[in-house]
């Protein structure tokens, strides 16, 4: 799901998109991440302009913390060499809760006091603003794209002595298809990474496209874990796919049994005419999209 990380992808394959996934991270450990996420982008004509938007919803939970994200994307699209360029803004809200009735601090704790006034005691809630920026340029065989999250690092308004941010990230993606048309599939290598409060995430992944219909791969992400991924695209437009982390870090002595995570996509053509409407999916298969 490109979108998530670049709002420059948004209308990038020129069809409508809609998306459902959920995560469930290093699970067996108490307050492992749940992350659920809805969206769907398109592209448009508006004045006369190629347009693309989209829109996310997310929910995350992760520890005492629950986090909500509701964002618009809109990009502006152009045909540059043999490919296309999407540059585009996001903005939305992020609503967050601190569930302080689940905090415990024992009694001898070295670094806090049982009644410290500055850890809140009960559910507190907040919420900012959010905006993005990011640029996607799709070539009939390579992709790149460069995006920035949460741009001025925002700050959900919260209690007056409980200060919580949300680190600024920055995001680079790229992959190069190489076609084997006699044998009827693809190799997509790609890199994904990303730079936010400090550290470094780096995936290098590598994926088979069988048909057109069947894709599976491999990714590896330094020092986290090794992940298996495999899925189905069927004619209608319907795909679906599960990926599994196994825990390479010190987490899988704490107990991860690893990290589990389905999506189901729909893709289709509107068609809007003046006598009828008309959804259809014309499968490109001389283009390969880019997966995550």
């Known amino acids: 799901n490109p979108l998530m ?13 809609v998306v459902l996934m ?12 749940v992350t659920t996420v809805a969206s769907a982008d398109g592209a ?6 190629n347009i693309g938007a989209g829109l996310e919803v997310m929910n995350d939970d992760i520890g005492l913390f629950n986090n909500l994200m509701i964002r618009t994307s809109f990009a502006r699209r152009y045909f540059l060499g043999n490919g296309k360029l999407g540059i585009g803004i996001s903005a939305g809200v ?7 009735t689940a905090t415990y601090i024992p009694e001898n704790s070295d670094y806090h006091e049982a009644n410290d006034p500055l850890v809140p005691s009960e559910k507190v809630s907040g919420y ?3 905006f993005g920026v990011g640029a996607f340029y799709q070539a009939p065989n390579w992709y790149g794209g460069v995006g920035i999250q949460h741009l001025f690092a925002p700050k959900p308004n919260f209690q007056e002595d409980f200060h919580v941010y949300i680190n600024r990230s920055l995001i680079l993606t790229g992959g190069y298809t190489f076609e084997f048309e006699e044998r009827n599939y693809n190799l997509v290598p790609s890199v994904f990474l990303r730079q936010g409060g400090g550290s470094w995430q780096t995936d290098l992944n590598l994926n088979i496209h069988f048909r057109g219909k069947y894709w599976a791969g491999m990714s590896y992400r330094y020092q986290d874990a090794i992940v298996f991924l495999a899925g189905i695209e069927l004619r209608n437009g319907i795909r679906a796919g599960y990926s599994y982390d196994v825990t390479t870090s010190k987490l899988s002595k704490a107990g991860s049994g690893g990290s589990h995570e389905f999506v189901i996509g729909y893709t289709f053509d509107l068609n809007i005419d003046k006598q009828e409407k008309r959804y259809n999916y014309f499968p490109d298969r001389s283009v390969s999209y880019p997966s995550f």
Do not use: C, H, V
């Open 22 to 33: 959920n995560r469930n991270q290093w699970t067996g450990i108490e307050g492992a991440p």
């Open 128 to 130: 900012t603003p959010d």
């Open 44 to 49: 448009f004509r508006l004045f006369g302009k």
């Open 5 to 17: 990380g670049n709002p420059g992808y948004a209308g990038n394959s020129g069809r409508m998109n």
């Open 94 to 100: 992020i609503s967050q809760t601190f569930d302080g």
